[in-house]
C-alpha cells in the first residue's frame, strides 16, 4: 500500500478546496445573474483559491522541511547515544566476562578501542559523552562498584536523551 506524503496530501487538499471554491462561486453567480455572471464568479473565485492555495502551500512545505529536519537530527542523536552505550557495555563483557579466561587480551583491546572512538564522535550528545567517559575510566580501572554506578548514570544519560533530547 502507497502511502501519501505530506505534500502529496497537501496537494490533494488544495486543489480539492480549489475546485469546490470554484463550483461555490459558479453556483452563486448561476443564482444572482445567470450563467455569464456564474462564470465570471466561479473564475475569480477560482483564481483566488489557486492564489491562496499557492501561498499556503510554500508556508506549509517550508514548515514540513523544518519539521524532517528535526526530526532527522534526534533520530541521529537519538541513535548515536545507543551506540555509545552498546560499546561501552561491549567493553564491560570484555573486562569483566562471565567465563575466566573467555575473552583475549586482543578482543578486549579492540573493543576497548570501538568503545572509545563511539564515544569521542562529535555528534554524541555531551550528556551521554561524560557518563561514557566516567564508565569507560573505571572500566579502565576495573573497578566493579564503580563502574556499576556509571553504567547506571550512563544507561538514564541515554534513556533521558531519548525522552528529552539535550541537543
Known sequence: ????TPERALVLVTAGIACLVTASGGLLGALLGGWIVALVVGGIAGAGSVVGALLVRRRAMAGFRAARQEATTRGYADGIAHGVL?????YQAAVFPMNVGGVTDDER?????????????????????EAAANALAALDDEDLERVRDAMSKLYAAVHDQVVSPQG
Open 1 to 4: 500500500m502507497k502511502t501519501l
Open 86 to 90: 552498546v560499546g561501552v557495555a561491549n
Open 109 to 129: 583491546a579492540a573493543r576497548r578501542t570501538v568503545a572509545y572512538r563511539l564515544a569521542a564522535e562529535d555528534e554524541v550528545p555531551h550528556p551521554v559523552r
